[in-house]
């Protein structure tokens, strides 16, 4: 019925998911240097766990791009494409996964504010 179904969904998915959560990218955000995506929330939460100092590099192991000496932050992209093709793709996991994040950060406040 719906012909945006048909698309290779397996083929798609290695890029439209976050490496960090190992779900669908929610917020996506890429980094400057590789332009890997993450979730915003994802690479928000990575950078807090690395502590106060930086320099910030990229989650990847094979990778790791620096993101920015000290405001990694600043400098992370909003990728709105890669969002909406996610939200056309999926809409019921999308849901979920927006409904299981906010969850996640009402009881984890300080995930989200400490970078901001
Ligand atoms: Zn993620
Ligand atoms: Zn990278």
Same mark, same amino acid.
């Given at each position: ?5 048909? =698309?290779?969904?397996? $083929? ?18 890429? =980094? ?16 807090? =766990? $690395? ?10 192991e094979?990778?790791k ?7 990694? =932050? ?8 890669? $969002? ?22 009402e009881?984890?406040? $300080? ?6």
């Open positions: 019925m719906d012909r945006i179904l048909r =698309l290779p969904t397996a $083929q798609l998915y290695p890029h439209l998911r976050c490496e960090l959560c190992e779900g669908f990218l929610i917020d996506a955000v890429a =980094l400057p240097e590789c332009h890997h995506e993450f979730c915003k929330a994802c690479i928000v939460n990575y950078c807090y =766990l $690395q502590g106060p100092k930086g320099p910030f590099y990229c989650p990847i094979a990778c791009a620096e993101i920015h000496k000290t405001r990694p =932050l600043s400098m992370l992209k909003n990728d709105t494409d890669m $969002q909406t093709l996610i939200y056309k793709l999926f809409p019921s996991v999308y849901k979920d996964e927006m409904a299981n994040r906010r969850r996640f950060y009881e984890h406040p $300080q995930a989200l504010t400490s970078f901001t």
